[in-house]
């Protein structure tokens, strides 16, 4: 009997791996709204919601954050399988939030924050667009909350993305593309130091994420979506979505072409989701959308 009960026991935690495996989940934000779909069950305008997270559901942030630089989020990058969340806000902070217990383990006041990153040994990079006390790249320690602990000027800096490789950052602002070295990221004084950079080929510069295979960088830009070959460093057009205007995010799910973007309808906003291969469309209308991310687990 007790052998039966374990193989049952086996048998379901089998069956939970699977689906949490199988559910093909993204996330997005747009508001105040962090929200996770069952991508794999939704269709049309009837997305799937398994979890969804606002600023007002954390009581150990400042009210500040709560009601004011939370607000609207700009990003929403998953880390630890998808358990946790990088948050940025144009309203002025960043966090980290967990989906198993809604609580905000740090917080940052961050002027017009676009992106964040995680670094390695605990740090976080931050993309500052324009604002007083903004046009920056910061790195901060996600177990000291609102502490800066370096930056560097980028003007509009939207875009940061780590190479664990290369131990490199790449930083996306206004009409460049750098490449930073971060000295001493192991202690509690880091430091920045650019080694390279490069002009764009449009202006605007706003999303930057990894191509599949992670030899190319993709970004998207005011007029189109641009590749860059990081051997040879050379910029290209990306094809599937060359001139397409104003793409606010894109993401690739792991292992395969799966392409997801989000591109504004109206100012900076859409109410849609869209994919490529095969090319298929998800409506939010209740939420003014900006970034979507597929949740690759390893």
């Known amino acids: 009997m ?40 939704s269709k049309d305008s009837i997305p799937v919601i398994v979890w969804q997270w606002q600023p007002k559901m954390s009581n150990e942030i400042p009210r500040l954050f ?22 940025a806000s144009s309203k002025g902070a960043v966090a980290l939030v967990s989906r198993l217990t809604n609580k905000v383990s740090f917080y940052a006041e961050a002027p017009n924050a676009h992106s964040i990153e995680l670094l390695p040994h605990n740090k976080v990079a931050v993309a500052l667009s324009t604002a007083d006390n903004g046009n920056a790249i910061r790195i901060y320690d996600l177990s000291q909350s609102d502490k800066i602990l370096c930056s560097d000027y ?60 992670k030899k190319q960088l993709i970004f998207t830009t005011e007029f189109g979506v641009f590749t860059f070959d990081i051997a040879a460093k ?4 990306f094809k599937d979505l060359e001139a397409q205007k104003d793409v606010k995010s894109i993401s690739f799910q792991a292992n395969s072409n799966r392409l997801m973007y989000i591109q504004s309808e109206e100012r900076w906003w859409s109410f849609h989701i869209n994919f490529l291969q095969p090319k298929q469309q998800l409506a939010i209308p209740s939420i003014r959308l900006y970034k979507a991310r597929w949740i690759n687990t390893k």
């Not at 709560?66 to 948050?87: A, H, R, V």
């Not at 930083?171 to 930073?180: V, W």
């Not at 050379?234 to 057009?237: K, Q």
């Open 2 to 41: 007790k052998q039966i009960y374990l193989n049952s026991i086996f048998c379901l935690c089998l069956q939970i791996l699977f689906f949490h495996l199988s559910a093909q989940e993204i996330v997005f934000c747009g508001d105040d709204k962090l929200t996770v779909v069952n991508y794999a069950a």
């Open 154 to 213: 980028s003007y509009s800096a939207h875009g940061v993305i780590w190479d664990n490789n290369k131990q490199v950052l790449y930083t996306l602002n206004y009409d460049e593309l750098s490449i930073y070295k971060i000295e001493h990221l192991s202690t509690d004084k880091p430091s920045l130091k650019k080694l390279e950079t490069y002009k764009i080929p449009d202006r605007s510069g706003h999303d930057l994420q990894w191509m599949p295979g």
């Open 66 to 87: 709560s009601e004011k630089y939370l607000q609207t989020l700009d990003e929403c990058k998953p880390i630890n399988n998808g358990n946790d969340f990088l948050i």
């Open 234 to 237: 050379i910029f290209a057009p």
